[in-house]
């Protein structure tokens, strides 16, 4: 038996399991959103972040890497296990067919495991739903957990996509957005720093300089 999975998001740049192959390649009939709640790794509970699943969308097509684990049943568990964990947000694991690039028609490997969220906010407590994307922006700008921050997240998987030389225009669309929110966020800082200096500065108490007392010079000539 073989174990292959689908991977869309971190794992495109850093599956962390081990495995005997890996292809470049796509899905059909997917497209890849920001629609999942992360609130345990790059984001929290009050705070949480936004991180990759799939929304089937006829037509669509969405690349990303396919990890292929041989070698018997308990190396295909301790993958599983690894996944399964770090993979916790996701709800569902789905059946997909994976292609590799130049042919299109016929599928290069059968019965891939992708791991996806139910879009469904009242069953599934992950499931955030999709967001103007302003908004969703200055949630990725800001969010932060134990495994770092959901802008990272963003700019590492926009910079992996190019890396295997496939750009997803809404990853780019994205991450420019959450660049100018930051943009924003850092000029506001700078301005508030200035109006704080200012306010110090004019309310300092002034201080009044005496002239010294002159010394009396004796003449012991």
Not at 19 to 36: A, Q, S, Y
Not at 73 to 101: G, H, I, N, P
Request: aromatic fraction near 10%; charged fraction near 30%; charge should be neutral.
């Amino acid at each position: 038996m073989v174990l292959w999975v689908f991977g869309y998001g971190s794992l495109v740049w850093n599956p962390g399991f081990e495995f005997d192959e890996k292809i470049i390649g796509f899905i059909k009939d997917h497209r890849r959103v920001f629609d999942l709640a992360c609130i345990d790794h790059r984001g929290t509970l009050e705070n949480p972040a936004r991180t990759c699943t799939l929304e089937a969308k006829k037509g669509a097509v969405c690349w990303g890497a396919a990890y292929c684990v041989k070698g018997g049943l308990e190396k295909e568990k301790a993958a599983m296990k690894y996944l399964e964990k770090r993979e916790c947000e996701y709800d569902k694991k789905t059946s997909v067919d994976f292609y590799k690039e130049g042919d299109t028609s016929t599928a290069a490997v059968t019965g891939v495991m992708a791991f996806i969220s139910t879009p469904d906010r009242k069953n599934n407590k992950y499931y955030l739903g999709p967001a103007p994307l302003e908004e969703m922006a200055r949630q990725i700008a800001t969010a932060t957990g134990p495994c770092g921050n959901n802008r990272d997240y963003l700019f590492l998987l926009e910079k992996a996509m190019f890396d295997i030389g496939h750009e997803d225009d809404y990853v780019i669309e994205l991450a420019n957005k959450v660049r100018e929110v930051l943009g924003r966020m850092k000029e506001k800082t700078k301005i508030a720093a200035a109006a704080q200096h200012i306010l110090l500065t004019t309310h300092l108490p002034l201080m009044h300089l005496s002239a010294l007392p002159e010394k009396t010079v004796v003449d012991s000539r």
